[in-house]
């Protein structure tokens, strides 16, 4: 089995930044493309940015392109979500993804393991 732990979600305020980590550990899976999805309350599980094994491919919904980075350290087994310029409708919780890889996916049904997810709320 494979573990996600999310961390570094909060509660901030319009314009303010965040960075989200998640750590996997257990079985190694083959070049694991990693993801981070997010889901509002009452709405179903968006996806929101993705990078594959080697990290230089990655992809963004349209709604966080330019405002969200995502990046990885494959020396920790960790992918990062640094978000900036955060709005009110970017309250979600977010949840961390995997899958072997080597290339990045953005549907949800593409992976395999998924974290508890972590709660961002973004006041106005």
């Known amino acids: 089995q494979v573990q996600l732990e999310e961390s570094g979600g909060g509660l901030v305020q319009a314009g303010d930044s965040l960075r989200l980590s998640c750590a996997a550990s257990?079985?190694?899976?083959?070049?694991?493309?990693m993801a981070w999805f997010r889901q509002a309350a009452g709405k179903e599980r968006d996806f929101v940015a993705a990078?594959?094994?080697?990290?230089?491919?990655?992809d963004y919904s349209e709604s966080v392109k330019g405002r969200f980075t995502i990046s990885r350290d494959n020396t920790k087994n960790t992918v990062y979500l640094q978000m900036n310029s955060l709005k009110p409708e970017d309250t979600a919780v977010y949840y961390c993804?995997?899958?072997?890889?080597?290339?990045?996916?953005?549907?949800?049904?593409?992976?395999?393991?998924w974290g508890q997810g972590t709660q961002v709320t973004v006041s106005s």
């Open positions: 990078i594959n094994w080697s990290g230089s491919d990655t």
């Open positions: 257990g079985r190694a899976l083959s070049s694991p493309a």
């Open positions: 993804a995997i899958t072997p890889g080597p290339y990045l996916r953005i549907s949800v049904h593409e992976y395999d393991y």
